[in-house]
């Protein structure tokens, strides 16, 4: 343990490093931490970092995808499920599928079920790489809700594809009928279990005297335990962290108070950069161990290099055809929701743009990372070695060449520029504002008309929602006036989510607004 501890310690104080270097350089950190962990890896005397997979499957994995649920926007999600589930499902089997095929042919010993093994692993895209690349340009909200919600949901069929693979290789047969019944299991059971959980756990939150400290010591620990009782039972412990996530997400204002949604924002900020930080890290530190290891079966660097360069061009091609099938069937099917480019260039470099997203990392990690190292009659597992080679090239290729020139493309074809409506954008914040204040001062002069006559603080209190000014000295504010002023941020509360089933708003907005009505009654309760 004393030697375990400045090791880790030194680790968060590299990727601390790495985070601001690439933030002064405006590149994702990812891309920099593999980097960084690849030198790192070729220090002399540095000791072989030996990772057990269930530790990234376990303890990494359900917090990534517990806060990457609550980031996101259900409404945008609920309008463009046709394409989020086209490419979380239809895309990922289409991508194993192509690995397969592929490495059947070009690699010496490698059968389709390897090949649907390695598919399995290498298809889902990450979804921490894709939102550090993309913060640093403007993209539609439209682009960026399918990426977030394909992967939501890809780990979960990428996951299932693997351990049926698995399975076949390891029994050397694959039965239609009980990999079709356990696929079902897999999909319904995660996600019912998922959401039962959750509702356990919103209940526990109204019901038990919490706190802000308590709330968010209950949110660190919950989806743990989804993820854990949904592999308890051979569900999917990835969609049940989803589904739960989802349904507290759309709860939050239900069972948290403001106290715990500002505190937990920032406990979970920090906690989910310290563990994306570490995993892109071990990415790059455990490249001597793969080496080596491929050099133990008598594979050739070149040419284990090779078969991984062909594996991500596969990945890159198979992403970008399904990109410009998804938009064929969406101008088929449902042409009023194509984006409106003002060239037709511009609309065919959209769906490659979008199949240009594939950046690959922490689930393909940890998946390649699980395959046993020997098979239940004690052979050794065929390929182990050069599958685990390939999958960490494909990591590596995918993040610096892609994510370091997705930017640049973007900016350098205008690409978004017809879809990004900033100015209409403000005139939905400022009218999203004028009506609230509106809907605020009518509910305080109905019920509390009465009350203003000869009432300085609710006078001053009046003028606030009138003229939004602040007074200078909080004396006036009695309690009689803060319990007013408590029921009124609540109000607005309501009236935002009501506004927020308006399809033509952006949940964004209104997340920023609510956001900004919890630092307000943070405040006030301070006074």
Not at 111 to 128: C, E, H, K, N, R
Not at 200 to 212: G, N, S
Request: net charge neutral; with cysteine.
């Amino acid at each position: 343990m004393h030697t375990l501890l400045p090791f880790l310690l030194a680790m968060i104080a590299a990727i601390v490093l790495l985070n601001m270097w690439a933030a002064k350089l405006k590149i994702a950190y990812p891309i920099l931490l593999v980097i960084g962990g690849l030198l790192i890896s070729f220090i002399p005397g540095l000791p072989v970092l030996k990772i057990n997979p269930d530790l990234i499957f376990l303890f990494f994995l359900p917090p990534l995808l517990f806060e990457a649920s609550w980031s996101v926007s259900f409404k945008e999600m609920r309008k463009w499920w046709r394409m989020i589930t086209s490419f979380a499902f239809l895309v990922v089997f289409f991508t194993a599928l192509s690995v397969a095929v592929v490495t059947n042919y070009y690699i010496p010993g490698f059968t389709i079920a390897l090949g649907f093994l390695l598919g399995g692993i290498v298809s889902p895209p990450d979804a921490v790489s894709t939102g550090a690349i993309t913060k640093f340009v403007k993209i539609p909200r439209t682009t960026s809700a399918v990426l977030e919600g394909e992967s939501l949901l890809n780990d979960a069929s990428s996951l299932i594809i693997f351990r049926f693979a698995l399975i076949a290789v390891g029994t050397g047969q694959f039965i239609w009928q009980d990999a079709a019944t356990g696929f079902l299991w897999m999909v319904l059971g995660g996600v019912g279990i998922g959401l039962l959980l959750a509702w356990i756990f919103v209940q526990l939150h109204k019901r038990l005297p919490t706190e802000a400290a308590s709330d968010i010591a209950l949110t660190l620990i919950e989806p743990y335990i989804m993820y854990w009782v949904a592999e308890e039972l051979h569900c999917s412990g990835v969609l049940a962290v989803v589904a739960g996530g989802l349904y507290m997400s759309a709860q939050r204002l239900t069972f948290l108070s403001s106290s715990s949604r500002i505190r937990g924002y920032s406990v979970w900020e920090s906690f989910i950069f310290i563990l994306n930080g570490i995993v892109f890290l071990i990415i790059g530190l455990d490249l001597p161990e793969i080496v080596s290891g491929i050099r133990a079966e008598g594979i050739p660097l070149r040419t284990a290099i090779g078969y991984g360069v062909l594996v991500t061009a596969v990945l890159i091609i198979a992403r970008i055809i399904s990109s410009y099938a998804a938009m064929l069937a969406t101008r088929i099917f449902r042409p009023g929701v194509v984006p409106k480019a003002s060239s037709r260039k511009r609309a065919l470099l959209l769906p490659l743009l979008l199949g240009w997203t594939g950046m690959r990392g922490v689930v393909s990690l940890a998946a390649a990372l699980s395959i046993p190292v020997t098979l239940d009659n004690g052979a050794a597992f065929p390929q182990r070695n050069l599958i685990l080679f390939v999958t960490f090239v494909a990591i590596l290729l995918t993040l610096v060449v892609q994510g370091l020139t997705l930017p640049y493309i973007i900016r350098r074809w205008h690409i978004f520029d017809d879809f990004i409506d900033e100015e209409s954008e403000l005139a939905t914040r400022k009218e999203m504002k004028k009506g609230l204040k509106q809907h605020v001062y009518e509910f305080v002069k109905e019920k509390y008309g009465q009350d203003m006559n000869g009432h300085e603080g609710m006078q001053l209190f009046m003028k606030q929602w009138e003229e939004r000014a602040k007074a200078a000295d909080d004396s006036w504010m009695n309690e009689r006036t803060k319990e007013i002023f408590v029921e009124v941020l609540e109000i607005q509360r309501k009236y935002l989510t009501e506004l927020n089933k308006d399809p033509k708003i952006d949940e964004e907005i209104i997340r920023q607004q609510l956001y900004q009505i919890d630092l307000e009654e943070e405040r006030l309760r301070a006074i």
